[in-house]
């Protein structure tokens, strides 16, 4: 069965005839990665215990007003994507949904788009998992289902029922996309820390570089043989060759040509799925123009770290990106706001960016002057890392903001490339490499 169910509450007669939820022609009990409640007090008590529901669509209720049930599952499991169906979004309930920490609401039509996607996304796991199969799993699990009886079938089919012998959940990663509603926000330079600090706590890293056609986080890490995404893609059985240890980074380079984009971002759900069973991070980096692969990791995510520089146009495209989630039904209660490179004389502080974001949290990235951009040009990030920039500390208590409390306590584990070295020895190092940029 795909990974990442989805819960939907809605009335009887809704799950009945899923055309007044405008779903026609849809079996809602036929879809192995949905379960269906139309009791509030079920669905309340499976959800909570059910670590691998992610996703929550609250459409109506029998006997519970919609939005305290939504609120009601929001407050017992915080780490699941929560949204409630709304006909029309008044600004009453638009605040309800706010204040109760509903992390969007739904028109019909985004809603209708949520769920073909999501079944698409199944789909594309099953098809994943059967090529990764080895023929034996493969055969194996043909002979299991020539041989269930109907009894088992059906039971299987139930809505909410689940298997008996059903394996447990397996572990999900913190997918943390870091984005910006412009370029040169400085995405890839936190993408790239952020990562090195998850592997410094010990925790099992992947740096996958989402921007698929101007991608460099393997540049500034001073790495020529990194896995790149297109290459996974076409050929999932190469995943496995990723370094999956506590203290090393895996990273993921983006294609090697533009035009391979498109096809990649088609591709690219069995691979996140991959990656969320055998990391603990992935720290995704993406490019500046918003398009279908931001939604893929989005709807995906457990946090986001939404970059903001001082320049007054970086303010107006986070304001655009932020409504282009709002229409496009993308919660945006993960997003931690970020302030980069301020400094004593910034244009802007954290709170006149939280001011201009109607309060809206947000963190302050510290400006790490020149030696930011030098040893990133020579691909001396590990260095940058251990340089004691005033940058580093501010992304490293960044980290700590937004993984969840067991994976930010994690003690420092010795990184598998980490090296203290004299800085006039990065210096001579440093113009070596740039010499040859």
Known sequence: MPRGKVALCAQRDCLANPALLGLPDERLDGQDWLVAFDD?????????????????????????????????????????????????????LRSRTSTSGVDALLTRQAFVARYHARKTRAAEQRRALGHLASPAVRDGEAAARAHRSPTDAEADGRTGAPRADAAAPAAKAVLLPVVGGSGGVGKSTVAVMAALSCRKRGLRTALLDFDLQFGDAADLLGIEDAQRLDELVAAPERLAALPCAPGRLAVIAPPAHIDAAEAVVAGAAPVLDWLSEHFDVVVANTGAAWAEQHAVLLERAAKVLFLVDQRPGSLRACRHALDLCGRCGIAT??????????????TFTSIDLSCALGGARVSELRDGGAMVEELLAAGLAQELFESGNPLIATVESLVDLVLPPPMAACSPAPAESSRKQPLFKLKSRRQRRAACL
């Open 333 to 346: 209660s993960p997003f931690q706001f970020v302030l980069n490179r301020c400094s004593k004389g910034s």
């Open 40 to 92: 509030a007090e079920r669905a309340r008590r499976d959800i909570a215990r059910d670590a691998d529901v992610v996703e929550v669509w609250v459409a109506s209720c029998d006997d519970i007003e919609p939005i305290n049930l939504a609120a009601t599952i929001k407050a017992e499991r915080p780490d699941a994507v929560v949204c409630m169906l709304t006909e029309q979004g008044s600004g009453s």
